[in-house]
């Protein structure tokens, strides 16, 4: 369990890397923006990750307790409250993209760029607060495996070949790799919807 632990977390973080490099190639406001964008959401989605955690923590003594209905139903319940949350938090930032920006840049190349991630990232927060709920249930139940095999679909296999795919062919530009991550972070929700909907992890032994 915990190499996979490992692993979803170096999957999912090594693929920002990947994000950043291919921004870079658009200059270096692209990649301020980019950068200044993302950390206002990863400080924005803080409590988010608060509520994912303790649909893990539900899930495990539901089982442990021998009630994967009443697991079920809390991650669900746990998952309306994360969409409500981060998806007020997206209405915010789609409307205040540029004074928000602003806080940590003036530079009119930059301001921009950073205002336009931000707003298009906000796009997916409601698929991406069902969507850690989902895995996080995942990893509370004991199976770890499954939120690792989502993690490298949606990241390494979907969202960087788009990633490039929009910015260069496409010629979106950075723009592109702003729309991949929605698109990205939506496919994981839904994937990790249809799993956890299933109900194998029920059968984990707690």
Not at 25 to 34: D, E, H, K, S
Request: with cysteine; charged share 10%; proline share 4%.
């Amino acid at each position: 369990m915990s190499v996979t632990g490992v692993l979803q977390f170096a999957i999912a973080h090594t693929s920002w890397i990947g994000l950043v490099r291919i921004v870079s190639m658009f200059g270096a406001a692209a990649l301020a923006g980019y950068t200044i964008a993302i950390r206002i959401v990863i400080f924005a989605i803080l409590p988010a990750w608060g509520l994912s955690n303790a649909a893990a923590t539900l899930v495990g003594q539901n089982l442990g307790a021998r009630q994967p209905e009443r697991a079920e139903q809390s991650v669900w319940r746990t998952g309306i409250y994360n969409m409500l949350f981060l998806g007020s938090v997206g209405v915010l930032f789609i409307f205040f993209a540029e004074p928000l920006i602003r806080l940590f840049s003036h530079d009119p190349a930059v301001v921009p760029l950073g205002a336009a991630c931000l707003r298009i990232v906000s796009y997916g927060n409601i698929g991406y607060a069902y969507g850690m709920v989902m895995l996080q249930a995942f990893n509370g139940a004991g199976d770890t495996v499954t939120p690792t095999y989502v993690y490298l679909f949606g990241f390494w296999l979907l969202e960087i070949p788009l990633a490039y795919w929009l910015a260069i062919p496409v010629h979106l530009r950075s723009n592109g790799v702003f729309v991949a991550i929605v698109i990205a972070e939506t496919a994981i929700a839904g994937a990790s919807a249809v799993l956890f909907k299933r109900g194998r992890w029920k059968r984990q032994q707690i």
